[in-house]
């Protein structure tokens, strides 16, 4: 069903908005396919359950008083700089998205 259906949506969508038609279908109907969905959410759980138990683990947070910049820099790039990248790349992700979708062409 999927080939049919992208390839109507491609044929009745206008020129100028055929990108954006094909994004939102994407978008919508992405993870539709049972076991490309489960084998790809499977290992993004995977990665983040072993990357945050590997970042935070057994520690407690102790509460200090306030530190420096310099000090809050060097602990966010030396023990947590796997999270850290993580989100950075969720909100590139994000970002890049809502460009894409916001332009006019």
Do not use: K, W
Not at 6 to 33: C, W
Not at 44 to 57: H, N
């Amino acid at each position: 069903m999927h080939p049919g259906c992208n390839t109507a949506l491609q044929i009745a969508a206008p020129d100028h908005l055929r990108g954006r038609v094909m994004s939102l279908h994407v978008l919508v109907f992405g993870g539709s396919f049972p076991i490309g969905a489960f084998v790809v959410g499977a290992g993004m759980f995977a990665m983040l359950t072993v990357f945050l138990a590997g970042a935070f683990g057994e520690a407690r947070i102790a509460n200090r008083a306030a530190t420096t910049t310099a000090a809050l820099g060097t602990s966010i790039f030396r023990n947590y700089v796997l999270p850290f990248e993580a989100v950075s790349v969720l909100l590139l992700a994000a970002l890049i998205g809502a460009i894409v979708l916001a332009r006019r062409d």
